[in-house]
T-cell receptor, first 113, second 118 residues
């Protein structure tokens, strides 16, 4: 039972354009959402997060949008740069379940120069 | 560099054997988490320790066990290894075990240990 899903295994975008990575979840008890970026041979690196009481959080080129009614979140990267090429994981934390994270399967983003 | 260290980087062993993976959290972090990433799968939460005590348990097999020591480093023990246990094992740490504040929630991941069971 996958509670966090990233339905696009890969995404290819031209440098300078917008990258939109999507994530869906099923558990309404999730109260905090995070995006992690992972390069090969490295551990995931925290990128940006959003609390369930908000619908948008922005940090530089990265913006995360949360649509609670649709149980959907997305990560926007504008403008995309070749260095953004990596695997992006969406993760969610369940209320009253400690700080354990449930991860999606990841989306491989390729930004072409 | 996240500040979380994991050893060894690579481990190759045979079925039926037992191995120990080690993790040192970031300085000051009290919580340690273990995750498993199998081929073509996302990260699966295994177990969390906070200041030496087990805080949360995920999909961890009975053949696997973990502990967190007084100096806050943690070890993940995998026994009676099977081919399907081949995976990347990540350790992460955070300042606290649970908190609504972003800085406490943020988990910092180590580079992982790649386990190959032949």
């Amino acid at each position: 039972d996958q509670q966090v899903k990233q339905n696009s295994p890969s995404l290819s975008v031209q440098e300078g354009r917008i990258s939109i990575l999507n994530c869906d979840y099923t558990n309404s008890m999730f109260d905090y959402f995070l995006w992690y970026k992972k390069y090969p041979a490295e551990g995931p690196t925290f990128l940006i997060s959003i609390s369930s009481i908000k619908d948008k959080n922005e940090d530089g080129r990265f913006t995360v949008f949360l649509n609670k009614s649709a149980k959907h979140l997305s990560l926007h990267i504008v403008p995309s740069q070749p260095g953004d090429s990596a695997v992006y994981f969406c993760a969610a934390r369940r209320n009253n379940a400690g700080n354990m994270l449930t991860f999606g399967g990841g989306t491989r983003l390729m930004v072409k120069p | 560099d996240s500040g979380v260290t994991q050893t060894p980087k690579h481990l190759i062993t045979a079925t039926g054997q037992r191995v120990t993976l080690r993790c040192s959290p970031r300085s000051g972090d009290l919580s340690v988490y273990w995750y498993q990433q199998s081929l073509d799968q996302g990260l699966q939460f295994l177990i969390q320790y906070y200041n030496g005590e087990e805080r949360a348990k995920g999909n961890i097999l009975e053949r696997f066990s973990a502990q967190q020591f007084p100096d806050l480093h943690s070890e993940l023990n995998l026994s009676s290894l099977e081919l399907g246990d081949s995976a990347l094992y990540f350790c992460a740490s955070s300042l606290s075990g649970t908190s609504p504040k972003r800085s406490y929630n943020e988990q910092f991941f180590g580079p992982g240990t790649r386990l190959t069971v032949l």
